[in-house]
């Protein structure tokens, strides 16, 4: 209202503006005061009073997904618990899109950041050396990057658990048939073959389930790229390509369940 009245007025409306300004960073103050003064006051915040003023950043390699969404929810949980904030965002399966939010962090200054996966090991390096330069420690999640430094690598073992798969596959197939491997075919739906969580999920599943060990099956390969319109589409083509030849499937995520159908 005040700037309406004297929109004439140059030096007043400056004037106004300042004293915005001044109110603003007051209240900041105030804020960060009260805060200190609750962090001291309590002990259980005071022994670690550092971390309560810590800004991380985060980049999912997607948000859809529902392993990688997990991935988040964990770290947002601690997150909260030790009273840092954490701000996420979604790479869209893209990294590119991944690279231009970690440049974004290096420029708001985050105090470490979280890379919640990529699909390109090897194209997601440019953000990660840019972090690096910036000295932004790096934690690596799902998939660990080819290049710059990480202060953290989690993730599980893709190929072991694949491997444990295919045995539980061979052990139904035997249950059902009578104890032995009956002839026919095995459809594999694999993940985006970019991602080297495929890499690792079919060489866990072969180890256990090939044509060496197992001359009477066909493995027939089909790429879902970690999304149900994908599997479905695939799946469908080589059902109808082997029809009742079809004898079991093992795809790389449970988020394409849906070609089941």
């Given amino acids: ?15 106004i503006f300042s004293s915005v ?18 962090v001291f006051a309590i002990p259980k915040f005071r022994n670690d009073w550092l971390i309560y003023y810590l800004t ?15 991935i988040y929810l964990g770290a947002d949980v601690k ?12 790479g869209a399966n893209s990294p590119e899109t991944q690279i231009e939010l970690m ?16 699909i390109d090991q090897k194209a997601i390096i440019p953000g990660i050396q ?16 080819a290049g710059g430094k990480c202060e953290l690598f989690v993730s599980f073992d893709n190929v072991l658990a694949s491997e444990k798969a295919g045995n539980a596959l061979i052990q139904l197939l035997k249950e059902k048939y009578g104890g032995e491997v009956p002839e026919g075919v095995i ?40 999304n149900a319109d994908d599997d479905f589409k695939v ?9 009742d030849e079809v004898i079991g499937r093992f795809m790389h995520t449970d988020l394409m369940i849906p070609g089941i159908a």
């Fill in 1 to 15: 209202r005040e700037i309406s009245i004297n929109r004439d007025n140059k030096n007043k409306i400056s004037e």
């Fill in 21 to 38: 300004l001044l109110i603003k960073v007051g209240l900041m103050i105030i804020s960060f005061l009260v805060l200190m003064s609750l």
């Fill in 56 to 70: 991380f950043g985060m980049v999912l390699r997607v948000a859809t997904s529902t392993f990688h969404n997990g």
């Fill in 79 to 90: 997150a909260k618990e030790y009273g840092i904030e954490l701000i996420c965002k979604d």
């Fill in 103 to 118: 440049e974004n962090f290096v420029t708001m200054g985050v105090d470490a950041f979280i890379l919640g996966g990529t």
């Fill in 130 to 145: 840019a972090l690096n330069d910036a000295n932004i420690p790096v934690i690596a999640t799902d998939t660990k990057p």
């Fill in 187 to 226: 459809l594999e739906i694999t993940g985006d073959l970019r991602d080297v969580a495929q890499t690792l999920r079919h060489e866990g599943f072969r180890n256990a389930v090939n044509e060496e060990d197992y001359p009477q099956l066909t493995i027939a390969e089909g790429e879902g790229k970690w």
């Fill in 235 to 243: 799946t469908a083509d080589l059902m109808t390509k082997y029809g």
